[in-house]
Nanobody, 125 residues
Framework: QVQLTESGGDSVQAGGSLRLSCAAS????????MGWFRQAPGNEREGVAS????????NYADSVKGRFTISQDNAKYTTYLQMNSLKPEDTAMYYC??????????????????WGQGTQVTVSS
């Protein structure tokens, strides 16, 4: 059973940077997709970025393109989300998720079946 543990959330000022980490255990296949999602109070969960193995294809929400980067360290079974130029509207609980392999990465939450517990990101103006 795959388990995911996020870390790296913090409180920062607008314009700052954070790197979130998602450590995975129990991975048995080299074919998978990983995603980062966020949910602010009163809002639906939204996709931020995703990555699929083998193809290395990535996908980003328009709101974070050019500011966020998803990456994978296969040796450490860890997925990262580098977040730069943070804005107050980026404030949310951030979750990583694991899903079956797709040739094209998607940020649609229903494509992912295993979720971490989340890490809080707060950006102040």
């Amino acid at each position: 059973q795959v388990q995911l543990t996020e870390s790296g959330g913090d409180s920062v000022q607008a314009g700052g940077s954070l790197r979130l980490s998602c450590a995975a255990s129990g991975l048995t296949s080299r074919r998978y997709c990983m995603g980062w999602f966020r949910q602010a109070p009163g809002n639906e969960r939204e996709g931020v970025a995703s990555f699929c193995s083998l193809s290395g294809h990535t996908n980003y929400a328009d709101s974070v393109k050019g500011r966020f980067t998803i990456s994978q360290d296969n040796a450490k079974y860890t997925t990262y989300l580098q977040m730069n130029s943070l804005k107050p509207e980026d404030t949310a609980m951030y979750y990583c998720a694991h899903g079956p392999w797709r040739s094209s990465a998607s940020i649609y939450p229903d494509y992912f079946s295993i979720w971490g517990q989340g890490t809080q990101v707060t950006v102040s103006s």
